[in-house]
């Protein structure tokens, strides 16, 4: 190693490497120690060598190797002081000499995949499901998923310390699910990615339309996923909407950070390489559900409906009859009173807003929307288009009271003043 660079430049060389190797670390670690904390603690001793030694003798050649090897050093050090983990320096030990290279690439991708399925276990609730997969597997402070999620950043805290005392209650396993539980568990690790998308792609609260970190945070964790279960369809299926939706990114937004939606939005302003990255995932999904004998999942559909989008250079360009056809297929086999929100809208798009109205008002007798401010914009929208302006307004102000998400409430708001 030799000191070419500033101590500036290190010091960033350090942060760069330390969020792309905070997952493996963690992961690595907490096979080897076997709890979730005590790895935490050794990466971060680590992280602190790195900031003393590298602005001094330079960046190593593998700046992630050399992070696990110190943090293992650190762990013979705290063993050496606990007696009674003589047996477990043993097993350290033999790691350090056989591990004095990079890691097996494949001992790597088993201890991400193991750490993605315990931090998405089915123990825990959702939100602190989402908290430890950006914590872990995110490489996320505390402080960060706080700003992203806007919370307390001592609720998010609290969060991930229940969850990770809930794992040791439980006795969640540290490893894949084999046989017939990976497919329902798989679901699970799929639906929390998906749910961190989609808070950075339309945030729930605060006073951003987007945040951009937090879809490149869930696009990364899909991607992995996808790489290490080649075999499972719906990982595929979730890469391609991610990156699909994600190529829109650049043009939701005005010059004064102000919401605009997929109809007024400038096409040229989409990302060409992520939709082509969007395409070939879907592909794969499509091929391997195929080659296992199985039809297209929640997520390959949803992207086989943003491709259809993708290929429209304006919005008159639109298939709707396609989308609307694949709406119904995504309503029959995954119900949700969501998805037939957003088939109502593509039906009013092929066969005129009073047929998509009428779907909207079928959703109101269950009740399951009341809440869902998006139900009351896209019915205020077709009434807009009916000529109704004055319940036009009244549902465009409802959904801006039900949102709390400030772009997206002065969008409503304004549309709420003339009823259009």
Request: hydrophobic residues 45%.
């Amino acid at each position: 190693m030799s000191p070419d660079r500033s101590p500036d430049q290190t010091n960033r060389a350090v942060e760069t490497v330390w969020r792309m190797e905070w997952p493996r670390l963690v992961a690595g670690l907490t096979r080897v120690v076997g709890d979730i904390d005590a790895a935490e603690e050794l990466a971060q001793d680590a992280l602190v060598a790195a900031l003393e030694q590298w602005p001094r003798d330079g960046v190593p050649p593998n700046p992630g190797g050399w992070l696990m090897l110190t943090a293992k050093h650190r762990a013979i050090d705290r063993v050496r002081r606990q007696q009674t983990f003589a047996r477990k320096l043993a097993v350290l030990g033999h790691e350090l000499v056989t591990e004095q290279q990079p890691e097996v690439p494949e001992l790597v991708e088993d201890d991400l995949l193991r750490m993605m399925f315990t931090a998405c276990h089915p123990v825990l609730p959702e939100q602190s499901r989402v908290a430890l997969t950006l914590r872990l597997l995110g490489g996320l402070t505390t402080e960060e998923i706080a700003r992203a999620f806007v919370v307390a950043e001592s609720t998010v805290a609290q969060r991930i310390v229940r969850a990770k005392r809930t794992i040791a209650a439980k006795r969640v396993p540290y490893e894949v699910p084999g046989g017939d539980e990976l497919p329902a568990r798989l679901t699970s690790v799929l639906a929390v990615v998906y749910l961190i998308f989609n808070e950075g792609y339309t945030t729930t609260a605060g006073e951003d339309w987007i945040r951009v970190e937090l879809c490149q945070d869930a696009l990364r964790l899909a991607r992995i996923l996808a790489e290490l279960l080649p075999a499972e369809p719906e990982a595929h299926g979730l890469v391609a909407l991610l990156e699909l939706q994600a190529s829109r990114l650049p043009a939701r937004t005005g010059p004064a950070n102000d919401a605009v939606l997929l109809a007024d939005q400038n096409r040229t302003r989409w990302d060409r390489l992520l939709i082509r990255r969007g395409f070939t995932a879907l592909g794969r999904a499509n091929a391997v559900a195929r080659d296992r004998g199985l039809p297209p999942g929640s997520y390959a559909l949803q992207a086989a409906i943003a491709t259809v989008h993708a290929m429209a250079a304006t919005p008159a360009d639109t298939d709707w009859r396609r989308i609307a056809g694949l709406y119904a297929v995504l309503a029959e086999r995954f119900p949700s009173p969501i998805v037939d929100l957003n088939r109502a809208v593509a039906v009013s798009k092929v066969h005129g807003p009073a047929a998509g109205l009428e779907l909207v008002d079928s959703l109101a007798a269950s009740g399951a929307l009341s809440t869902y401010h998006l139900y009351n914009a896209v019915r205020g929208d077709l009434l807009a288009q009916l000529g109704r302006r004055d319940e036009a307004r009244a549902e465009f102000t409802r959904a801006a009271e039900l949102t709390g998400n400030k772009a997206e409430r002065a969008l409503l708001l304004d549309r709420a003043k003339d009823g259009r």
